[in-house]
């Protein structure tokens, strides 16, 4: 087959994705590796991309302190109801070349024969938090207990359903020191409860790698800890840095070994697509990701390829950019809060969005990537206080027309871009 016609195939594949065709029921999606490229393979068996968009909300962004939500407001006036809503907006996502609900999309979104993404907030419903970067005592009963529980709540009812593309078990968890604080994970560990199950494990791991001689932990730290049971969470020598990087090898094991096994047990017909990793979570943190079908990366940066090259060295698994996004200062938003490159206007933005499918397509191991996301936030701050222009609409739910116009370009190539990689 020519180049020409092997492209042409391949986007009408893509288009064939997006169309809300019915699928072969029994058929789901997964990965592949063909020719030494990494694809998602669809219900039908044809080769894509996900293409896809966070949070298409009907309600849209509330306003940080009341119960505003300012695109409710607008829509809700333009459309007659919530499904004259959906309909209209779908179809603007397939005519701009998505094909793929991304995380946070309003779930009754899911019944209209467009693939979908579920974020199942495991760690988050058993005691971690997103905001102030709390980790999740992935030793304790309550963490399995709830995992198989979401699980079988979330996960198994859709074990038929051809249109989910996959899971997401968490959204951007705290892996050591970040912009939620300074701590490393053996430290956050450290400071849970007494007896609590994750406490007792790392201070297990201590008495094991210190063959049971706090002598001997106390010259590798430079501390004077009475026993085990009164070490001090943290210390500034390379033994602590050494340590810290084994246990946390060890809790990311065991946090993605019980997701996984959770997830696939309830459902075991769909993709697992990792806890959408905030930029890039140190090494231990990667290779316990093998367990995973793909590993998913929010990346806020111009050119996602170092990042996406590190975690396929390291995981082994084809990689998925959960998010990503460029705000223009141009707006009329303040883009005080909030992740992500700003650029001076909508052409700009167009051209970084352009650069980053291009770069990104451009590697065997990325099988797609979500804009984050579908409306803007308010300029007075969502929820977290932030207020960026993230939006392919804005709050009036009008689109960014020249910034639209180079996102469809670019998702109509960025299948024969990575058709190329084949040949």
Known sequence: MRLAQRILAISLIGLCFSSGHLYGAGHSFRVEKRSGVWWLVNPSGGLTLSIGVDNVNYRGDVIHGTMIHPYFDRVSKLYPSEDAWARTELGRLRSWGFNTLGAWTVPFLWRYKMPYTVILDIAARSGASWVNGVPADVFSRRFETTARRIARRECAPRA??????????????????????????????????????????????????????????????????????????????????RDNTVFLGMVARRYFDV?????????????????????????????????????????????????????????????????????????????????????????????????????????????????????????????????????????????????????????????????????
């Not at 141009?330 to 883009?335: A, E, H, K, Q, R």
């Open 160 to 241: 038929g359903d051809p249109y989910l593309v996959g899971y997401f078990s968490d959204n951007e968890l705290r892996w050591g020191p970040d912009w939620r604080g300074k701590q490393n994970m053996l430290t956050m560990y450290l400071n849970l409860p007494a007896n609590s199950a994750g406490r007792e494990h790392a201070i297990a791991f201590l008495r094991k790698e210190y063959g049971g001689s706090i002598r001997r932990l106390n010259q590798a730290w430079g501390v004077r800890a009475a026993s085990f049971a009164r070490v001090p969470s943290e210390a500034s020598t390379e033994a602590f840095a």
């Open 259 to 423: 997701c996984a096994n959770a997830i696939h047990s309830a459902d075991p017909n769909h993709l697992y697509l990792g806890a959408k990793f905030a930029g890039m979570p140190p090494d231990p943190v990667l290779r316990a990701a093998r367990v995973c079908d793909v590993v998913s990366v929010d990346i806020y940066n111009f050119d996602p390829r170092p990042n996406v090259a590190r975690i396929y060295k390291l995981s082994g698994r084809p990689v998925l950019v959960a998010e990503f996004a460029f705000r223009a200062e141009n707006s009329g938003l303040p883009n005080t809060q909030g992740a992500g490159p700003k650029v001076p206007d909508q052409r700009a933005r167009a051209r970084a969005y352009t650069n980053f499918v291009t770069w990104l397509e451009s590697m065997p191991e990325a099988v797609g990537y979500h804009w984050f996301e579908w409306c803007d936030e308010p300029k007075q701050g969502r929820f977290d206080g932030e207020n960026s222009n993230y939006g392919l609409v804005n709050i009036e739910d009008q689109p960014y027309t020249r910034f639209v116009d180079a996102v469809k370009t670019a998702n109509r190539k960025a299948l024969s871009i990575h058709h190329r990689l084949m040949h």
